[in-house]
């Protein structure tokens, strides 16, 4: 079983930054390829970017590519998603999620996930 905290969140003018965490609970965090996901009111929730058990290697949704970065550091149980460049259309809940799926290069489902944070709102003010 894994909990999953986001933190981050607020309000942001139009290309501006904010980096968002997600704390872990467990001791397995490491085991598990990490996920950000957001959902703007009246959409469904869509993929952002991925990223594997040691943070080597990433994925990220053509939206956000080239703008946002998915990291994490396994010694504090912490995945971040470090966005740039912010856009009005960014503008959603903002949730990690957790898979016991190997990472691969591709759009996950949020049915490829296990575990799931209860979100933080970001709003992109234009």
């Known amino acids: 079983q894994v909990q999953l905290v986001e933190s981050g969140g607020g309000l942001v003018q139009a290309g501006g930054s904010l980096r968002l965490s997600c704390a872990a609970s467990?001791?397995?965090?490491?085991?598990?390829?990490m996920g950000w996901f957001r959902q703007a009111p009246g959409k469904e929730r869509e993929f952002v970017a991925a990223v594997n058990w040691s943070g080597s290697s990433t994925y990220y949704a053509d939206s956000v590519k080239g703008r946002f970065t998915i990291s994490r550091v396994n010694a504090k149980n912490t995945v971040y998603l470090q966005m740039n460049s912010l856009k009005p259309e960014d503008t959603a809940v903002y949730s990690c999620a957790a898979s016991t799926i190997s990472f691969s290069a591709y759009y996950y489902s949020k049915n490829d996930m296990d575990y799931w944070g209860k979100g933080t709102l970001v709003t992109v003010s234009s």
């Open positions: 467990g001791r397995t965090f490491s085991r598990y390829t």
